[in-house]
């Protein structure tokens, strides 16, 4: 079994319907956090999480937000998709001592989200 | 701003080829660079470079960093069908939690 696991893998919606995507890891990793990724512009932070009491906000986090349930559980969620969110999404764990850097990513298998 | 830059954008070689990616950055807090492989969907992690000069070897890919002009080289020797991939190369900052990519090269091994 993965590591990080992502669900759903896939998932095609309409303009402005809520949607959930949900990560959980078992890594035993403190910091996590979703990436989205689109051609030609790489992967993009949205949302990082070090604990489940603390998240923070990346380069693009407008129009998402998140919750982190558990050490274990962090989910991404879209209240009003649009159709500029078709993207792949990623989450990942990060294991780094100290501030203030990421260090090695550990990524989920992605989920393909397509909004019409 | 903070930026990576990667090249080519897409490569096409055939089986036995060398391959040279290329990655530049213009980044504050510099921490480390990193490259990793993504081939179908989670990209997979293959070397952490901090230090110039210093050549990380994995099996046929190599790589090395050059912390004076501000950029990182990937090498794949003898590439085979299996090294068909999209590689990203990120930088680490300190005093930064948000790694930044670079777009990626896609790499067509053809037979």
């Known amino acids: 079994d993965a590591d990080v696991t992502q669900t759903p893998r896939n998932r095609i919606t309409k303009t402005g319907k809520r949607i959930m995507l949900e990560c959980s890891q078992t890594k035993g990793h403190d910091r996590m956090y979703w990436y989205r990724q689109d051609p030609g512009l790489g992967l993009r932070l949205i949302y990082y999480?070090?604990?489940?009491?603390?998240?923070n906000k990346g380069e693009i986090s407008d129009g998402y937000s998140v919750s982190r349930q558990a050490q274990a559980k962090f989910s991404l969620s879209l209240e009003s998709a649009i159709p500029n969110q078709t993207a792949l999404y990623f989450c990942?764990?990060?294991?780094?001592?100290?501030?203030?850097?990421?260090?090695?990513?550990?990524f989920g298998e992605g989920s393909r989200l397509t909004v019409l | 701003e903070d930026k990576v830059v990667q090249s080519p954008l897409s490569l096409v070689v055939h089986e036995g080829d060398t391959v040279t990616l290329n990655c530049s950055y213009e980044?504050?807090?510099?921490?480390?660079l990193l490259w990793y492989k993504q081939e179908k969907k989670a990209p997979t992690f293959l070397f952490m470079l901090?230090?110039?000069?210093i050549e990380k070897k994995s099996g046929r890919l190599s790589s090395i960093l050059d912390k004076k002009e501000l950029f990182s080289i990937l090498n794949i020797t003898a590439t085979q069908t299996g090294d068909s991939a999209v590689y990203l190369c990120?930088?680490?900052?300190?005093?930064?939690?948000?790694?930044?990519f670079g777009a990626g090269t896609r790499l067509t091994v053809k037979p």
């Open positions: 990942a764990t990060s294991d780094i001592a100290g501030t203030g850097a990421v260090g090695e990513l550990f």
């Open positions: 980044v504050t807090n510099f921490r480390s």
């Open positions: 990120a930088v680490d900052r300190y005093n930064n939690n948000d790694m930044r």
């Open positions: 999480s070090f604990d489940v009491k603390d998240i």
């Open positions: 901090t230090s110039s000069g």
